[in-house]
Nanobody, 122 residues
């Protein structure tokens, strides 16, 4: 069983910064990607940023230049540094981890954390 736990959300004024952290734990063979998604009220969950085991990264256009995703492979953790936050960044942020529990392809997992609230006031 793989567990994903986020931390670091909160309330911040527009223009401020927050850092979210996420840790994956449990019994697994390899994590191939970890990413952050968010879901605002009344909207669908959307990708914010993702990083792979090869250290490639991808960002939503709306956060490019403001958010930075970093991963510590050895610790199976990923952080999201969020700068110049705006009210439209208000959402529940979810961490996702994808990988394999064993060397078998059938052991693939796709695990979500419980989410952490980020609220940006104007």
């Amino acid at each position: 069983q793989v567990h994903v736990v986020e931390s670091g959300g909160g309330l911040v004024q527009a223009g401020g910064s927050l850092t979210l952290s996420c840790a994956a734990s449990g019994a697994f063979f390899r994590i191939i990607a970890m990413g952050w998604y968010r879901q605002a009220p009344g909207k669908q969950r959307e990708l914010v940023a993702i990083t792979t085991s090869g250290q490639s990264t991808n960002y939503a256009d709306s956060v490019k230049g403001r958010f930075t995703i970093s991963r510590l492979n050895a610790l199976n953790t990923v952080s999201l540094q969020m700068n110049s936050l705006q009210p439209e960044d208000t959402a529940v942020y979810y961490c996702n981890a994808r990988g394999y529990e064993t060397q078998l392809p059938s052991s693939a997992f796709d695990q979500w954390g419980q989410g952490t609230q980020v609220t940006v006031s104007s």
